[in-house]
């Protein structure tokens, strides 16, 4: 033993991840980033991969895409090809926060402006 400290995803095996991702190496294109929500639209299923049945799992409610990797121990491009796998048979809905709708709508920039004015005119 080496004495140092074992994290996860850093010294997986090899062969592991391999079979993991059944081969791949690339996630699906722009489809994740590291804070993209994932939310689980369907329950794990029997028969399923165990890595995409915990993600499931864990994604009853939104969860970034770093989260899920920390959780799983799994390297983030792993668990973007895996993801790609939930996302492509519609197991998972994949939402940039920043692209979320918003319930509360900011006002036009000519608004801010007249009420800055308004507000200077005091």
Known sequence: MSGRPVLPGRDEDPDR?????RGRSRPPENAFDLV????????????M???HARILGMCAAPVAVVEIAAVL?????????????????????????????????????DTLK???HGLQQL
């Open 17 to 21: 991840l391999y079979t993991v991702t």
């Open 73 to 109: 121990g799994l390297p983030v491009s792993v668990v973007k090809i895996l993801l790609g796998d939930l996302l492509e048979s519609g197991q998972i809905t994949a939402r940039h926060p920043r692209f979320a709708p918003s319930k509360a709508r900011l006002p036009d920039l």
């Open 49 to 51: 991969q165990s890595e």
């Open 36 to 47: 993209t929500l994932i939310v689980a639209e369907r329950e794990p299923t029997a028969g």
């Open 114 to 116: 007249q009420v800055l």
